[in-house]
């Protein structure tokens, strides 16, 4: 067993002042778009809780975000990979939580 102090080697990483990290902003964008249009409602950005990265053939995004919809506040994790290269963003998976 792992401590939880040490990081996996090829493991999610925290993303450190996330709030202010450009990429991380853009993929909490994007995570939020593609939610909206699943549910068939538009979703705002309200807060960004947390971000972890990992690097694959590519990066795996993994987004705690707090969001609004006709005044009403939704908790999201959002999953979202970045390929290589110029190719678009995936939203990968996403599920509502009430963690926050």
Do not use: C, R
């Amino acid at each position: 067993m792992v401590p939880a102090t040490v990081t996996m080697l090829g493991g999610h990483k925290d993303v450190e002042d996330h709030e202010n990290d450009a990429k991380v902003q853009e993929v909490a964008k994007f995570a939020v778009q593609q939610i909206g249009e699943k549910a068939g409602k538009k979703l705002d950005l309200v807060k960004i809780h947390s971000a972890k990265k990992q690097v694959v053939a590519g990066l795996n995004y993994v987004l705690v975000l707090e969001t609004t919809a006709d005044g009403t506040k939704e908790t999201h994790e959002a999953h979202v990979y970045q390929p290589l290269g110029d190719q678009p963003l995936k939203l990968t998976a996403s599920n509502k939580t009430d963690s926050w």
